[in-house]
């Protein structure tokens, strides 16, 4: 499992680098017009990068074990329930072209909950599931009481309103739900209301209706279309070999949130198909590794952790490159690693440090094979943690 | 498969999100090979901005020995708005009640002005000077204003004529668009010259319009237009100006005219026309005071025509200056009508028919000329065709030509006394002027140089001989008799000014209204040069519709005095000796 962490490794520094190399890119005009300092961006980001790479360092080396202590899952859920309540408390909260995504932290700038809302519900659904074992079959336990807690943070989420991260978060909890035993029938259901539910929350938000119809009718919404018709015009303008760093101009105010969520769009332009597919191959490289170490996890929470984190990550890519190469419609989803912004960074950089504890503990130990085998999660339990206590 | 249910549905969700990645790196592919190259002509131009830079304007200076500038544009800002972008990102409710304070405008003539929203440019007020653009741009960026774009300052040029409504005809004046285009006078005439070249600026700019300096592409300066250095001096164009308008006041007159010529040269010193108007203020002007008088006018000029007929009379040794007419008491019946001097007298000598301005001796002078003769003789005093002075608007006048068929057999005798034919009054200074320089018709000029702004000379203002109509003893002939006009008995001895002997001819004009002569209605004119022994300058003066006195000798004459005198004055001209008293040659 060493080669594998090592692996990760190397993706993930990839993956910051360009990123840190496209943002320098994309924000040198920004830093000038607004703060007088084209590195302004890029030392931030640094900042930020500095707190993500001690904090998921961190991460990965205590062991994640204790995550499924009762005690502390409470603390992580009354926490991010809190955080996310702050949003909305005045003075605290900081609304941005109309959504409260951000509270204001002394010293620290903006914090945006719903990125570690992210980390709790993969981390309390796969304690959940991994505690339920096969009890997960049953309604109450597989789907109910999951969907509850999970149902409660979205709903928070979705009143910021930030839908993008409430389909990433509800994807990422299908994805936790099917691979811990959830029943499919039981899925299936739930998931056909789900879709019902979402199709009515659009229905009623003019600003989404718009972005839907510009999205599925290009010619009639022009002006909610302008930032999917810049990110794409970005790509064609940059062609196959690119336009050389820093000579883009779409983020020369043409694409909006050029830094932010449409960075993909400035790599695109400025260093062609190269750049752009290496990045897709990196963050599928990522999640390859992520399921891999998820396999040979040492248990069930292990696994079922490392897969929901692997989920979050490659979700939150696929959607963000979605976006903005013009195949969903507009979500304010960040590119992880990539984006501006301290805490899609450092939620990242801790979601690896996690899945790098996983696979500290995979290593050595031949779990694929038990997994693949007659599991026996009894036995796994106690080969793991000889003190015992319940799995 | 030998597989957990686990591993199962992780092997799904794995191949699910591998699909997608695979769905992904397929549509970058695409959009990267295969650009829509409409869209990309599109969002290339959305960047490109080509931006003219107004060339400075040429300046014009009138022609005395250190220039007097005229005309020049000076450098301004236009505050524009594109209510497009103030509709959406601003408040444009708070934008006027900020810029209203500044412009001198109602709140609500700028909200009008700002009211369409799919308009993309307006101007809220053209041509700011400096010291008003930068406290109104203070008060757009501390109002966080400028970073709409909705409201931008944008360099302009601004023609400013200093000295208002002098020598406004000949200046004429500039359109106030962005690219200053000559409407009248020099202005539109030497427009070519005047305008210079825009310099051009291409490059790329960002989603707000602020260019992005390292990617400029191309950068042409502007050439300044070249300057105009005029033969009028403005101060002779003073006197000549402050002349007019008394005699306008005095004699209650419509209007009146003056030209100043250098007679060896054709030199325009002073062409002066009343009513004005400010240059300055053009627009607000009305077509009768932009007409110039000096050359646009035509009347029948009366009297004063009368030198072309005994100078073509003596050309062709005709008559001699001492020869008799029977001027038949004052009336002579002549080809079925009456033809009546002012003063009746038995007889004349062919000088004295000058002097005293007998109709009926110059009648029958003219007879003797042949129409043939008389036609093209004035033709080469410079009738009935335009001078091709360097101003807009020339008129010809009109000469009948005997084949024509307006040629009755009255017109020999009528045209003489000047009725049937029109003239401007350029053309009797140009007429004066061959009669005082030795018979050289020259062609009036009033530019001398056309000097680029790196100091090369376009253009060099020289004399030029359109026509040679008499001799030079016709001509000095004709300086004597045109002198005795002055003299005691004459009919212009209140044109004479001390130290200086002139010759000059009186005319008396009656203006044709409603096809018929009018009893009441006059042009009263003057024209005639000085010194008389040595001509310099010829001076002709008109007024029109002089009440009540209406004769040239009365109305025109004293005004030609005036200027003459101080035109004489400020050119130091040699007085005459006074032992050398002219004779006839």
């Known amino acids: 499992m060493r080669r594998t962490s090592q692996a990760v490794l190397i993706v993930v520094a990839m993956l910051v680098g360009i990123g840190m190399l496209t943002l320098a890119s994309a924000t040198g005009y920004k830093g000038v017009a607004e703060k007088g300092d084209p590195f302004w961006y890029v030392r931030l980001q640094a900042i930020y990068l500095a707190f993500g790479i001690v904090l998921s360092t961190g991460a990965a080396f205590f062991d994640y074990h204790w995550l499924r202590s009762k005690p502390l899952l409470i603390f992580l859920a009354v926490l991010t329930v809190g955080l996310l309540l702050l949003v909305f408390v005045p003075g605290v909260g900081v609304a941005v072209k109309g959504s409260r995504r951000w509270i204001r932290v002394f010293g620290l700038g903006r914090v945006q909950p719903s990125e570690f809302a992210k ?248 779990v694929h094979t038990r997994l693949s085998g007659e599991f026996d999660e009894q036995t796994l339990n106690q080969a793991f943690h000889p003190a015992g206590g319940r799995c | 498969m030998n597989e957990a249910p686990i591993v199962r549905r992780m092997r799904v969700v794995e191949g699910i999100l591998g699909a997608c990645f695979i769905l992904l790196a397929l549509r970058l592919i695409f959009l990267h090979t295969r650009p829509d190259p409409s869209r990309v002509r599109k969002a290339d131009a959305s960047s490109r901005f080509v931006r003219i830079q107004p060339a400075p304007r040429g300046r014009i200076y009138d022609g005395s020995r250190t220039p007097v500038l005229l005309a020049a544009s000076v450098a301004r800002k236009d505050l524009c708005a594109d209510p497009f972008i103030l509709h959406q990102r601003t408040n444009v409710a708070a934008a006027v009640a900020l810029l209203a304070p500044f412009l001198n405008q109602p709140a609500s003539r700028l909200e009008e002005r700002l009211a369409n929203s799919s308009n993309r440019f307006v101007y809220l007020q053209r041509h700011l000077p400096e010291e008003i653009a930068e406290p109104i741009w203070q008060a757009i960026s501390n109002a966080g204003l400028h970073r709409s774009y909705g409201i931008y300052l944008r360099d302009s040029t601004f023609r400013k004529y200093p000295h208002g409504d002098h020598l406004c005809h000949v200046i004429g004046f500039a359109s106030r668009d962005v690219v200053e285009r000559g409407l009248a006078g020099v202005e539109l005439v030497f427009d070519r010259y005047l305008q210079g070249v825009p310099g051009v600026i291409r490059g790329r700019r960002d989603a707000f319009s602020t260019e992005l300096y390292t990617l400029r592409e191309d950068e042409t300066p502007p050439v300044p237009g070249a300057d105009l250095y005029l033969t009028v001096d403005g101060t002779i164009q003073y006197f000549a100006e402050e002349a007019i308008e008394e005699a306008i006041i005095a004699h209650r007159a419509k209007g009146a005219w003056a030209i100043v010529q250098r007679c060896h040269t054709g030199e325009i010193l002073a062409m002066a026309s009343r009513p004005a108007f400010d240059l300055n203020r053009f627009s607000e002007s009305s077509a009768d005071q932009r007409t110039n008088r000096a050359i646009s006018i035509v009347y029948e000029p009366g009297s004063i025509f009368k030198p072309v007929v005994l100078a073509l009379a003596f050309e062709r040794k005709l008559v001699t200056p001492s020869q008799v007419f029977d001027c038949e008491s004052g009336s002579w019946f002549h080809e079925g009508r009456i033809l009546r001097d002012y003063h009746p007298y038995a007889r004349l000598s062919v000088a004295d028919i000058l002097k005293k301005s007998s109709n009926i001796g110059t009648a029958k002078i003219a007879l003797l000329l042949g129409n043939e003769y008389f036609y093209e003789g004035a033709r080469g005093f410079g009738y009935g065709r335009r001078l091709g002075i360097e101003l807009p608007n020339e008129e010809a006048g009109i000469l009948w030509s005997p084949r024509s068929p307006n040629w009755s057999r009255l017109t020999c005798s009528r045209m003489a006394i000047g009725q049937g034919v029109a003239v401007t009054a350029l053309q009797m200074a140009g007429m004066m002027s061959a009669i005082a320089n030795g018979g050289y018709l020259l062609r009036p000029w009033a530019v001398r140089r056309v000097v680029a702004a790196d100091g090369t000379v376009l253009k060099q203002g020289e004399p030029e001989v359109l026509a040679r109509p008499i001799s030079a003893e016709t001509s000095a002939l004709m300086r004597y008799l045109l002198t005795r006009v002055t003299e005691e008995g004459g009919t212009g001895t209140r044109a004479r000014i001390e130290g200086y002997r002139v010759a000059g001819k009186t005319g008396t004009a009656q203006k044709v209204v409603q096809g018929r002569y009018s009893e009441t209605d006059y042009v009263a004119s003057f024209a005639g040069f000085f010194p008389a022994d040595q001509p310099e300058i010829t001076v002709v003066v008109g007024v029109d519709e002089p009440q009540p006195f209406h004769t040239g000798g009365v109305v025109a004459a004293p005004v030609f005095a005036r200027i003459a005198l101080q035109t004489a004055r400020y050119l130091a001209l040699k007085p005459c000796s006074l032992d050398n008293e002219s004779s006839i040659p």
């Open chain 1, 119 to 366: 980390l709790t519900v993969v981390i309390l659904l796969s304690a959940w599931m991994a505690l339920k074992g096969r009890k997960a079959e049953n309604l109450r336990e597989g789907l109910i009481i999951p969907l509850g807690v999970l149902g409660m943070i979205l709903l928070l989420i979705l009143a910021e309103p930030d839908l993008g991260t409430t389909v990433l978060l509800a994807a990422t909890g299908v994805i936790l739900l099917v691979a811990g035993g959830s029943r499919k029938s039981h899925l299936l259901v739930s998931g056909v209301l789900g879709i019902c539910g979402l199709v009515l929350m659009v229905l009623q938000d003019p600003v989404r209706m718009k972005r839907l119809l510009a999205f599925a009718r290009p010619d009639g919404y022009a002006d909610a279309r302008y930032q999917l018709t810049q990110s794409e015009n970005a790509f064609f303008l940059g062609g196959i070999w690119g336009k050389g760093y820093g000579e883009g101009l779409q983020k020369m105010g043409f694409l909006p949130e050029a830094h932010n969520d449409f960075i993909f769009a400035v790599l695109g332009e400025e260093l062609g198909l190269l750049a752009t597919v290496g990045v897709v191959v990196l963050f599928a490289l990522l999640t390859f590794l992520g399921l891999k170490i998820s396999r040979r996890a040492p248990d069930r929470f292990g696994c079922l952790l490392a897969l929901g984190l692997t989920s979050l990550l490659a979700l939150e890519a696929i959607i963000n490159i979605g976006v903005v190469t013009g195949c969903l419609p507009t979500k304010g989803l960040a590119l992880p690693f990539m984006s501006a912004g301290g805490s899609s960074l450092i939620s990242s950089l801790l979601a690896i440090g996690m899945l790098l504890n996983v696979a500290r503990h995979g290593e050595g130990t031949d």
